[in-house]
């Protein structure tokens, strides 16, 4: 099973910016469609953003315009790119490889990302 290690988050002022990054083990990653996924306090795990295994993107209408997830496949690894954030956007963030009726990996610990003043 794919394993996955998010990091990159922290404490943002609204309106400030994050990088995500998400590595993959295993040596197929490129194969994958993959997506960031989060999860709010009281609140269910939501898709943020998907990218293809062919890069082709989709995102949330909640973060379009102000999120960009990118893959660089020759390092396994997984990017969302957060500008403008705004308190909404605080949530744990995970990343995973959508499949049919569930996922390829198993989830991470995720990566805490909060927006505060």
């Known amino acids: 099973q794919v394993q996955f290690v998010e990091s990159g988050g922290g404490l943002v002022q609204p309106g400030g910016s994050l990088r995500l990054s998400c590595v993959a083990s295993g040596r197929i990653f490129s194969i994958y469609d993959m997506g960031w996924y989060r999860q709010a306090p009281g609140k269910q795990r939501e898709l943020v953003a998907g990218?293809?295994?062919?890069?082709?993107?989709n995102y949330a209408d909640s973060v379009k315009g102000r999120f960009t997830i990118s893959r660089d496949n020759t390092k396994n690894t997984l990017y969302l790119q957060m500008n403008s954030l705004k308190p909404e956007d605080t949530a744990v963030y995970y990343c995973?490889?959508?499949?049919?009726?569930?996922?390829?990996?198993?989830w991470g610990q995720g990566t805490q990302v909060t927006v505060s003043s």
């Open positions: 995973n490889a959508p499949a049919p009726g569930g996922f390829y990996g198993s």
């Open positions: 990218i293809s295994s062919r890069s082709s993107t």
